[in-house]
T-cell receptor, first 113, second 115 residues
Framework: GENVEQHPSTLSVQEGDSAVIKCTYS??????FPWYKQELGKRPQLIID?????GEKKDQRIAVTLNKTAKHFSLHITETQPEDSAVYFC????????????FGGGTRLMVKP | GAVVSQHPSRVICKSGTSVKIECRSL??????MFWYRQFPKQSLMLMAT?????????EQGVEKDKFLINHASLTLSTLTVTSAHPEDSSFYIC???????????FGPGTRLTVT
């Protein structure tokens, strides 16, 4: 089955700096890659997603890039703010497997004011 | 739109008892619902996939007789933890996927504590 690795597990940045979180996946048939932000005790919130027919997607301060050949995708957050502090999860799924999500291990992002 | 609710949000039960958790899609019909378990400081682990009107598909290592899943309608799935033990204490989160859609929408989670 699919295996998703996520790095780093913790990331501390200064407010205003950029943060980058990287994920790799194992199943070349995966075609949908969402990113979730989860605050303590709350549900995961979808912040951005990308499909395999697209190499990059941006939404204000958040961007995701996908390299299908290398089977990795990354989340980029620019101009970080303290409220960006949370745990971020990447995930991968494929449409011919019921769109089951396989999650990465998570990255705890801390933005210091 | 695409709101998923879960009930209860927190439950404390005694070892050996059973607990039922409900997951509802409030403004869409969910042909598929997923149940996840999340231990402290860990990722979400898929327990089972539930399709309306059919038996759930359990992930490897998840006991189907212990975690009973019923997807009785297009808006409701239930997870019953039977004969709960302290090691079942966890955060249980459901998600729902509208028919034909790729995105999943997550419920707010249920914190289960077994004493």
């Amino acid at each position: 089955g699919e295996n998703v690795e996520q790095h780093p597990s913790t990331l501390s940045v200064q407010e205003g700096d950029s943060a980058v979180i990287k994920c790799t996946y194992s199943d070349s048939a995966s075609n949908y890659f969402p990113w979730y932000k989860q605050e303590l005790g709350k549900r995961p919130q979808l912040i951005i997603d990308i499909r395999s027919n697209v190499g990059e997607k941006k939404d204000q301060r958040i961007a995701v890039t996908l390299n299908k050949t290398a089977k990795h995708f990354s989340l980029h957050i620019t101009e970080t703010q303290p409220e960006d502090s949370a745990v971020y999860f990447c995930a991968a799924s494929k449409s011919n497997a019921g769109n089951m999500l396989t999650f990465g291990g998570g990255t705890r992002l801390m933005v210091k004011p | 739109g695409a709101v998923v609710s879960q009930h209860p949000s927190r439950v404390i039960c005694k070892s050996g008892t059973s607990v039922k958790i409900e997951c509802r899609s409030l403004d869409f019909q969910a042909t598929t619902m997923f149940w996840y378990r999340q231990f402290p400081k860990q990722s979400l682990m898929l327990m089972a996939t539930s399709n309306e009107g059919s038996k759930a598909t359990y992930e490897q290592g998840v006991e189907k007789d212990k975690f009973l899943i019923n997807h009785a309608s297009l808006t409701l799935s239930t997870l019953t933890v039977t004969s709960a033990h302290p090691e079942d204490s966890s955060f249980y989160i459901c998600s729902a996927r509208p028919g034909g859609a790729t995105k999943q929408y997550f419920g707010p989670g249920t914190r289960l504590t077994v004493t």
